[in-house]
């Protein structure tokens, strides 16, 4: 059974959201870091590629315009699409791909969006510390604020009137919307939690945190319904099936743990990747399939009543998780710092960052076939031994202000002298480089 579906894998594509069928959705160019699930049975996928994708066959219509890695999506009654990440901003798609709005105000990252349940307000959670309340019909929004830590995830309640945020500060606090103040601290678990499920009907919140603590509280009287804490961390994603009756719970350890929930026995516990984290979870609409988002560029799902006779996710050894002392230097200072977004041959391929290839001599922000920030449209930076070596020594947020490339340094100058040589040498095209 395994080599069949593993064979599968690799030779069919079903139709997104197919029932009982394994498959996979392929054309991102780095990690899947969310997944939403429309009623119509279309798929959306972020990615740390900067991009959105809705899939309704083989070939997705691709959202283009966020300046970092995408972290959160959701449908939205109306049609449109919700997204966020990096770049500080929640960004609204019409269905064909169109930029209908850009939302700004919060001044970090946003990890999570929540609908509410008549539709009429999306919620943020912010590494700022924040939670923003987005109208839908573009007016104002209102910032939560009292959480001494990053907000990553919010759920609201089934009146509307409600919302759970959990945070980094180890809390998680219930909201009231009708004042925009904090009604109650739930919980302090102690640890930072990361993950959040509501099921208002079934009168429990379940939580995921740092330390793989994965509980379930009766939200009338705090109470634990059920630990379902396993031995690995952290719980980075967590999802219910439509009919409420499945918990998918993704840890740092490319596990999920689907739990039913009316007994809260674990039914399945599965090795969704070969190595790395589960970042994404979504259950398609008949529940028989979870679909998982990992390190591989590829969303998978799997029937769930099969899990157990599938393959994981074929990351196999991501260049950035390569063993340190199998490379040179130069190559290992690539391979950890620019790898994830950058190539080192024609085309950007969906990734992150531009192609490096052909780099030295060459204006930074000309790649044609990348869309640049502002910072660097227009730049009269030429990257060559010295540019390289400034921009990792001082990092690219003090020599570029306002890049989206991620805020890194290379300390040493002989690391960086040697990360110079080995681009020199493997970005020149071929005829200069014999």
Known sequence: MRKALATSAALFWATSGAAGDFFTLQGHGGPIMGIAV?????????????????WSDETPVWFDGHEAAVNAVLFAPDGRIYSAGDDFTLRVWGADGT????????????????????????????????????????????????HSGPVNDVAFTRDGMGLYSASADGSIRLWDLSINSERQRVIEHGFGVNELELNDDAGWLAYGAVDGGTRVLDIATGDTLADL???????????????????????????????????????????????????????????????????????????????????????????????????????????????????????????????????????????????????LNGSEIIWDDDT????????????????????????????????????????????SSQ
């Open 38 to 54: 429309a009623d119509t049975d279309q798929i959306a996928t972020v990615s740390f590629d900067n991009a959105v994708g809705l």
């Open 99 to 146: 930029a209908d709005a850009v939302r700004e105000g919060h001044k970090g990252k946003v990890v999570s969006l929540a609908l509410s349940p008549d539709g009429t307000a999306v919620a943020s959670a912010s590494w700022d510390g924040s939670i923003g309340i987005w109208p839908v019909d573009g007016s104002a929004p209102v910032f939560l604020t009292g």
């Open 229 to 375: 804490t396993l031995e690995r961390r952290p719980i980075l994603s967590m999802a219910v099936s439509p009919d409420g009756a499945l918990l998918a719970v993704g840890d740092g350890e490319g596990y999920i743990m689907v739990v039913e929930t009316p007994d809260w026995r674990i039914a399945r516990d599965f090795r969704a990747t070969e190595r790395g984290p589960v970042w994404a979870l979504a259950f398609s609409n008949d529940g028989t399939n979870i679909h998982a988002g990992g390190l591989d560029p590829r969303m998978y799902s799997w029937p769930i009543a099969a899990m157990g006779d599938a393959d994981p996710m074929a990351t196999g050894s991501p260049s950035f998780l390569q063993a340190a002392d199998t490379m040179p230097n130069g190559e290992r200072q690539f391979m950890r710092k620019c790898s994830i977004c950058h190539t080192l041959t024609p085309g950007s391929a969906r990734r992150a960052g531009p192609s490096l290839y052909d780099l030295f001599g060459r204006q930074a922000g000309t790649v044609e076939d990348y869309t640049y920030s502002d910072a």
């Open 388 to 431: 390289i070596d400034a921009l990792f020594d001082i990092g690219p947020e003090h020599y570029v202000p306002g890049t989206k490339m991620p805020m890194q340094r290379i300390t040493g100058a002989q690391d960086r002298a040697d990360l110079v040589t080995y681009l020199r040498k493997e970005t020149a095209p071929e005829e």
